[in-house]
């Protein structure tokens, strides 16, 4: 594993793998946008479809400093048409869609995440592991 700055990383782009860690600093979900534009590049995931992908890891990244404020970890894996992301982080809460309020600027994170993959849901560790992993699945 290699330090970038706040965060690590491991995996190769190469191989359709990269997983990164991150403490939950405000500007994590520009970080990974970041981060993540190459790495979609390296696997010739392009456009909207590029798109989509940018924005769920935002809204889900967005939602641990948010919600969680625990370290977390970011894993993303291509496999032919598909695309895995994998949040983990530190906090039992279970992520649950809002209503949507009309009047307020946030809460749409999980609808948008919803909207746009093929599947998400999330996954609660056991009690010697706290916390919890969000998964999203999106065409590729």
Not at 126 to 136: L, N, Q
Request: hydrophobic share 40%; proline share 7%.
């Amino acid at each position: 594993m290699t330090s970038i700055g706040t965060a690590t990383t491991e995996g190769d782009a190469a191989g359709g793998h990269v997983c990164w860690s991150y403490g939950p600093a405000p500007d994590a979900p520009a970080g990974v946008r970041r981060r993540l534009g190459p790495v979609l590049e390296a696997w010739r995931v392009e456009g909207e479809t590029a798109e989509d992908v940018l924005l769920v890891v935002t809204e889900l990244v967005a939602n641990v400093v948010d919600h969680a404020g625990t370290p977390f970890e970011i894993t993303l894996h291509r496999e032919p048409g598909v695309l895995h992301v994998f949040v983990r982080d530190g906090c039992r809460e279970v992520p649950e869609p809002r209503g949507m309020d009309p009047r307020s600027s946030r809460g749409r994170g999980l609808l948008v995440v919803q909207a746009v993959c093929r599947d998400w849901g999330y996954e609660l560790h056991d009690a010697d592991d706290p916390g919890k992993t969000v998964h999203a699945e999106l065409a590729a």
